[in-house]
Nanobody, 125 residues
Framework: VQLQASGGGLVQAGGTLRLSCAAS????????MGWFRQATGKEREFVAA????????SFADSVKGRFIISRDNVKNTGYLQMNKLAPEDTAAYYC???????????????????WGQGTLVTVSS
């Protein structure tokens, strides 16, 4: 499956953005999905994950209560709604997919086989 992330941009602190992750070459319903981010000079970090059905979600503590992960398996697309953005949210955001990702309770990047290209989110203060 190929993934295409989009929706990044420049936003002021306190603003919102909605990222999308469109899948092609496969059925997204067959995969758990995750969102990760990587700020300049830092390692890629987990942001949020959603199971194939949408019935299970998980969030990094840093975004809990501000970000919402969802998916539309009919449209073959996943989403990350980002609210109350802060300058520390500035990063390249990546979507990822794997056949299973909720088995261990943690979501390291190595657990995901398929990756989209990054979409840049910049939050100004």
């Amino acid at each position: 499956v190929q993934l295409q992330a989009s929706g990044g941009g420049l936003v002021q602190a306190g603003g919102t953005l909605r990222l999308s992750c469109a899948a092609s070459g496969g059925t997204l319903r067959n995969y758990d999905m995750g969102w990760f981010r990587q700020a300049t000079g830092k390692e890629r970090e987990f942001v949020a994950a959603i199971s194939w059905s949408g019935g299970r979600t998980s969030f990094a503590d840093s975004v809990k209560g501000r970000f919402i992960i969802s998916r539309d398996n009919v449209k073959n697309t996943g989403y990350l709604q980002m609210n109350k953005l802060a300058p520390e949210d500035t990063a390249a955001y990546y979507c990822a997919a794997n056949e299973s990702s909720f088995y261990s309770g943690s979501f390291p990047p190595r657990n995901y086989a398929y990756w989209g290209q990054g979409t840049l989110v910049t939050v100004s203060s």
